[in-house]
């Protein structure tokens, strides 16, 4: 069994910043790409960053300039360190990885039970 726990969330104010951690335990054999999503109330989940296993990146462009993603390989660890945040920032933020269990498998979707970030103006 994989899981995926995130952490870090919280009020911030306009302008502010906050570190997202998301840390994968169970019988990994490797992870793939790591990604994370977002979700305001009401609206679709989007995706926000994504960093591949050798640690190429894309934004969205809603937070290019202002998002950092990163991963640590040997921790089982994505990170999101979020900068300037806006209002409309405000949303649960959602882990995402591509697991491997075994050799020669498919990699599995697991997801975190994300946490709340709230940017208030």
């Known amino acids: 069994q994989v899981q995926l726990v995130e952490s870090g969330g919280g009020l911030v104010q306009t302008g502010g910043s906050l570190r997202l951690s998301c840390a994968a335990s169970?019988?990994?054999?490797?992870?793939?790409?790591m990604d994370w999503y977002r979700q305001a109330p009401g609206k679709r989940r989007d995706l926000v960053a994504v960093i591949t296993r050798a640690g190429s990146t894309n934004y969205a462009d809603s937070v290019k300039g202002r998002f950092t993603i990163s991963r640590d390989n040997a921790k089982n660890t994505v990170y999101l360190q979020m900068n300037s945040l806006k209002p409309e920032d405000t949303a649960v933020y959602y882990c995402h990885a591509g697991v491997y269990l075994r050799a020669g498998d498919m990699p599995g979707d697991y997801w975190g039970q994300g946490t709340q970030v709230t940017v208030s103006s």
């Open positions: 169970g019988s990994i054999l490797r992870i793939g790409t």
